[in-house]
């Protein structure tokens, strides 16, 4: 008993082409010969098939599951047993004939020096056609596939056994092989009496094709073997199933469904709704282009979430669940009662004339901006010194940094986290006030907080 199953194929690929018609569907309107418009009862019945017709005058059969016909019954019939690849039909033809005849010389001349049967009309082939479901169309690519077995009750073999996509139908009188080339065919002889042998390739379509021929084609390259079992039938017959034409489908590197020429990210899988992006989160922003891809939002705000909805994005927002205001990254405003705070540290942080200790008179403010920075763990501070013009310059500038450093060391050793703050020295060069008064001189000695917000 033959099993459907394929051994080995044979492929004939062109370049890629681009298509916008659907991949997949079978052009091929009848393709395992399954609609018969009445049984088959005995040979030559291929036009049982519905749309199947003979190509030229040779006549191909049609075989049934349980006909009553033994002959072209399946799985046992006349010549073999093959289960179909599908269904419950299969169509055969023959693909070549090694017709013989008498050697006249030896029969008639007595000569034993001469074979005693001689090769006589070579040329007999069948071949079957349908029309496809419409026409190809030119540029396009397209792949044929086709399965074949050749018959237990076969005891020639050949190679050539294909497919031609043609513009017309062929209405052929003779019985001879064809003489147009296929766009696939088996380049290696098809001896397998036992499996089904797909044969498949991939052709660029000149346009206008609109119908299929199944057959053996000398054009491709005709190679035949001698495979005799028992008595010589001296033919190819083969068995063909499961035929198909399907546009063949364009490059989609990541198999997201998206071919390579539309996808926006063809290295890696996404949706078709994005051009072949991928969307991690799922909001519908394209994971290239939100600026946060683990965490949906509305693309409005380049797919990030606002949690406390005060308008400023999550990923900028350094209080993301407390409503705040731009001018702080997203944290609440300042409180006046700090602001009064930092006012007063301006004039009211004391030092030791000319040097950076401070007095102990500035103690409770700085006890207070430890306490608004424990208030606010989102904050960082950064702390500025600054002098008059009184002195050197470069002594002034060292002064302010000092003092600056002082306090932030005074900060820190009451439990602020060193890393949220930051100082620096200014000297006399941000002056706030006129340096020709002893009241303009104490504004500039002073001690600057500014909060801020650091990566």
């Not at 199947?52 to 059969?61: E, I, K, V």
């Not at 119908?211 to 068995?239: C, L, N």
Request: charged share 25%; net charge negative.
């Amino acid at each position: 008993m033959k099993q459907p199953i394929p051994t080995f194929s044979f492929l004939l690929l062109l370049t890629c082409s681009t298509t916008d018609r659907a991949y997949g569907q079978n052009l091929v309107k009848n393709p395992g010969f399954e609609e018969v418009a009445s049984p088959v009862s005995t040979w030559d019945q291929l036009d049982h098939a519905t749309g199947w017709t003979n190509a030229n005058a040779g006549s191909c059969d049609l075989f049934q599951k349980d006909c009553d016909d033994k002959s072209v019954a399946i799985p046992e019939n006349e010549l073999g047993s093959a289960a179909p690849h599908d269904g419950e039909h299969y169509a055969g033809f023959v693909a070549y004939k090694d017709e013989r005849k008498h050697n006249w010389k030896r029969t008639f001349l007595g000569t034993q020096d001469h074979e005693r049967w001689v090769a006589s009309y070579q040329d007999y082939s069948e071949y079957m056609q349908i029309e496809l479901s419409g026409p190809l169309e030119a540029g396009k690519e397209y792949d044929i596939s086709i399965r074949i077995s050749l018959g237990e009750q076969s005891d020639r073999a050949v190679s050539g056994v294909g497919a031609y996509a043609s513009p017309v139908l062929l209405e052929n009188n003779h019985r001879h092989f064809l003489t147009v080339k296929p766009q696939i065919w088996s380049k290696e002889v098809v001896k397998d009496k036992q499996n089904w042998t797909e044969i498949k390739g991939t052709f660029k379509a000149d346009g206008g094709e609109r119908f299929i021929v199944i057959g053996a084609f000398p054009a491709a390259g005709m190679d035949k073997a001698t495979v005799i079992e028992g008595g010589d039938s001296q033919r190819a017959y083969y068995f063909v199933d499961g035929v198909s034409l399907v546009l063949h489908p364009e490059p989609d590197t990541d198999g997201d469904g998206v071919i390579d020429k539309l996808d926006k990210c063809m290295n890696a899988p996404g949706l078709a709704t994005l051009q072949g992006c991928p969307d991690k989160d799922g909001d519908g922003v394209s994971d290239a282009m939100d600026a946060c891809p683990d965490k949906a939002g509305p693309a409005d705000k380049q797919g990030c979430p606002d949690t406390d909805g005060d308008g400023i994005t999550d990923n900028l927002d350094q209080c993301p669940n407390e409503k705040g205001v731009a001018s702080m990254k997203g944290c609440p405003e300042i409180t006046e009662a700090t602001k009064k705070l930092f006012a007063k540290a301006l004039t009211g942080v004391k030092f030791d004339t000319g040097k950076s200790t401070i007095k102990p008179v500035s103690f409770g403010i700085l006890d207070d901006v430890v306490t608004v920075m424990n208030n606010n763990p989102n904050y960082d501070l950064e702390i500025h010194g600054h002098t008059d013009d009184q002195g050197d310059d470069a002594k002034n500038l060292k002064l302010s940094d000092d003092r600056a450093a002082a306090v932030r060391a005074y900060l820190t050793s009451k439990g602020v986290d060193a890393r949220r703050l930051r100082s620096e020295g200014h000297g006399e060069t941000v002056p706030v006030a006129d340096n020709k008064t002893a009241a303009g001189r104490a504004t500039n000695r002073r001690v600057e907080f500014k909060v801020n917000f650091w990566e």
